[in-house]
């Protein structure tokens, strides 16, 4: 559920905080007020394309936050799937900060791409524009939408579909990269062998690289470590004027003193160790000098041998195992156009088993579809005549085609009749804008059990329509609203007198600016924003009566 919207420098509106409830929540206002740029606040912290001509004149950024609280715990597994951050009393906020040429959008405080952020809204709300109600114009949304409406049934069964699709289309590209003439086939014999031959006689070990480069850099520098060692060596002198042979003076000395004064014991030990230890160190490093002679041979041994290496990882992976998985792959190929003939037979025979599979798995989705179809070609019916489409013929064709996709083999097409003695046609070449938004919405009625989404957000849902169908609308709206949080923007009081919480978007001048404010009406407020929507210009006695009406009966409604 969808618990609060804050809205800062965003257009007209130079602050706004509201709190949504469950059920109904509407929203009104004058035409020009601002209730576009509520819903407009909300596509863009879901990820909507921004435009820096958003941000409020004179203000650095615009500012929008989400506050959504989920309990359902497979919607919240869901969330986390996504690698999306959850507070733990299910709390999920989105956020997003627009300033010129960029935004910064978060979750729970933690950055994310647009990408991201429109995956993990698409779990949690649906708005419902003139833009979605367009998209049921096309037939792969309503396939969609019919597959939605099957159920858990054709969820798995299109899981098992795409798989088995994946395979088959795989066996198939193998069969055609593999379908060359004799000609073709001969150059991929040679250029394997070449390169198999190539890659086995570097005889290379996974791992050597890091080796041989390890090696080669030591004995690259071992000259000017050579020469710094020197002057270490130099500078300790152990057989001639230097720290070794000054140290053992010293110690010397210090005993002599000793002898005269036992006080100086633990000075006299300390100097002793360090003559032992500045010996140890010329000691050990003449070891090492002696041991680190440079190698011409070797050296350029190992320069030739990554040559070797750094050729072959250029031509056929970055590493030595990657090398060694080419070298494998092209072994298989060797083979495989070798034995060509027997490869594309034994190639065809998977073909056919995956195709046979594939096919069964299609005509039990098209079964499914048909018979699911036919079942919600009545609800949907039933839907639009309570939506005051009182002579509406609606089916739903579903027709196998010659291919397969990931999806199944089916064509899934709406055809409606909106008029007595019109043949049905497809939802495209029928429907108005309006007429749209009422099936769009007779659809989410008969889909709401399914549909999983805990918030839809309805705008424009009113567009062309008024009187008795405004109210059966209203109905509609009410029954969506039992089930799911549901958010409508909209001028007709039928509408808005269903409320469940009502909210009134104004704009008004301050300080010569022009600002937009949303606030929650009380009853006694509800009431008159209704007569208002009813009356018009002036709110009479006549329009507060037919408010009180209008909110009576919607009380009814919602109570049966």
């Not at 152990?238 to 210090?254: L, S």
């Not at 009625?445 to 705008?459: M, P, Q, R, S």
Request: charged share 30%.
């Amino acid at each position: 559920m969808l618990e609060s919207l804050t809205v800062k420098n965003f257009a007209l509106i130079k602050e706004a905080d509201v709190e949504f409830t469950k059920g109904l929540n509407i929203l009104t206002g004058e035409t020009g007020a601002g209730k576009s740029v509520v819903i407009g606040s909300i596509a863009l912290t879901l990820g909507e394309k921004a435009v820096s001509d958003i941000i409020r004149e004179g203000a650095e950024y615009a500012f929008s936050e989400l506050v959504f609280h989920v309990e359902d715990e497979k919607l919240i597994s869901a969330i986390k799937a996504l690698d999306m951050p959850v507070e733990e009393d299910g709390t999920i906020i989105l956020s997003r900060k627009i300033q010129p040429g960029r935004s910064v959008i978060k979750v729970c405080g933690e950055t994310v791409t647009l990408k991201q952020m429109r995956e993990l809204s698409s779990l949690l709300i649906d708005i419902h524009g003139q833009h979605e109600h367009q998209s049921l114009l096309k037939e792969s949304r309503q396939k969609e939408l019919l597959d939605l409406y099957c159920g858990a049934d054709m969820e798995k069964l299109l899981s098992e579909i795409k798989t088995s699709y994946t395979a088959y289309n795989g066996i198939c590209s193998r069969i055609e990269e593999l379908s060359v003439d004799d000609a073709s086939r001969q150059r991929e014999l040679s250029l394997a062998e070449y390169e198999i031959n190539e890659i086995e006689a570097a005889n290379i070990v996974p791992g050597e690289e890091e080796e041989l480069e390890k090696r080669y850099r030591k004995m690259k520098n071992s000259g000017a470590v050579f020469e710094i060692l020197s002057r270490v060596r130099e500078a300790l002198a152990p057989d001639g004027e230097g720290a070794v042979e000054y140290a053992g003076r010293a110690v010397h000395d210090i005993n002599a003193a000793l002898a005269l004064d036992e006080g100086l014991s633990d000075i006299a030990g300390e100097l002793a160790d360090c003559e032992d230890m500045l010996r140890t160190v010329a000691r050990e490093l003449d070891d090492y000098m002696e041991d680190s002679e440079f190698d011409e041979a070797l050296f350029k041994e190992t320069e030739e041998r990554m040559d070797i290496i750094n050729h072959l990882m250029s031509k056929y992976g970055g590493s030595t195992e990657k090398i060694a998985e080419y070298l494998e792959k092209r072994r298989a190929e060797y083979e495989e156009y070798k034995n060509l003939d027997s490869v594309l037979e034994k190639l065809g025979k998977q073909k056919d088993e995956a195709e046979q599979k594939l096919r069964k798995l299609c005509k039990k989705a098209h079964d499914m579809r048909v018979k699911q179809g036919t079942a919600l070609e009545k609800e949907i019916t039933a839907a639009l005549t309570d939506l005051n489409f009182l002579k509406v013929s609606f089916t739903i064709d579903v027709t196998e085609r010659g291919n397969y996709g990931s999806d199944g083999n089916d064509d899934v097409r709406f055809m409606i009749s909106l008029n007595p003695g019109e043949k049905k046609r497809p939802l495209s070449e029928v429907a108005s804008g309006g007429e749209l938004s009422r099936i769009m919405l007779a659809l989410k009625a008969v889909l709401a059990d399914k549909d999983e989404i805990g918030t839809l957000i309805f705008d424009e849902i009113d567009t062309g329509i008024s009187g008795k169908t405004a109210w059966m609308v209203s109905e509609k709206m009410a029954a969506i609203a039992k089930s799911h949080q549901t958010i409508c923007i909209t001028h007709l009081p039928q509408i808005a007198a269903m409320a469940d919480t009502h909210f009134c978007i104004e704009k008004s001048e301050v300080d010569g600016r022009t600002e937009t404010n949303i606030g929650r009406l009380d009853d006694e407020q509800s009431l008159n924003e209704l007569a208002r929507l009813l009356g018009g210009g002036s709110i009479t006695d006549t329009a507060i009566a037919n408010a009180q009406e209008l909110k009576a009966e919607a009380e009814r409604v919602k109570a049966g």
